[in-house]
């Protein structure tokens, strides 16, 4: 897939360290979400061991946890994050009809019928066969004629 580019860069004023740049950054809240990563200290260690990781987000030397939390904070503060993902969206399902199904598991409640015991059965009292039931070699035994 290709990578939607990002519009924030940051300049160099000329002195001091060059600054990172927010796509890094970006790249890091992605794989936070996709390795399901929970906390910024863990994704640091992460970058810190995994070279493939850190040169899947950009970086060549992994920043310290204040530098992480300065740019989570200036990039949470733009609509940067909504408008990369819509780009991404928009890309992977570029003319193709995306269908979604909705299921409600809400509870709901249905009119119980009480069932009729056989004892319950007025033709059954009637008889006197409350307690007998019927069974099927009564039903399907022919009476044998002696001869």
Not at 44 to 72: A, H, M, Q, W, Y
Not at 76 to 89: R, Y
Request: aromatic letters at 8%; proline letters at 5%; one cysteine or more.
């Amino acid at each position: 897939m290709e990578e939607v580019q990002i519009p924030i860069l940051r300049g160099y004023a000329g002195t001091g360290r060059k600054p990172y740049q927010y796509q890094p950054f970006i790249r890091c809240v992605w794989a936070k979400c996709f390795f399901k990563i929970s906390t910024d200290t863990e994704l640091i260690r992460r970058l810190k061991t995994d070279s493939t990781l850190r040169l899947l987000c950009g970086f060549e030397k992994v920043p310290g946890k204040s530098t992480f939390s300065r740019n989570f904070g200036a990039l949470s503060k733009t609509t940067i994050m909504k408008e990369t993902l819509d780009k991404l969206v928009l890309k992977a399902h570029a003319g193709q009809v995306v269908y979604h199904v909705s299921r409600d598991s809400t509870a709901i409640e249905a009119q119980k019928k009480e069932k009729k015991s056989r004892v319950d059965d007025p033709r059954r009292e009637k008889s006197g066969l409350q307690s007998q039931k019927p069974r099927l070699r009564d039903k399907c035994v022919k009476p044998r004629k002696n001869h």
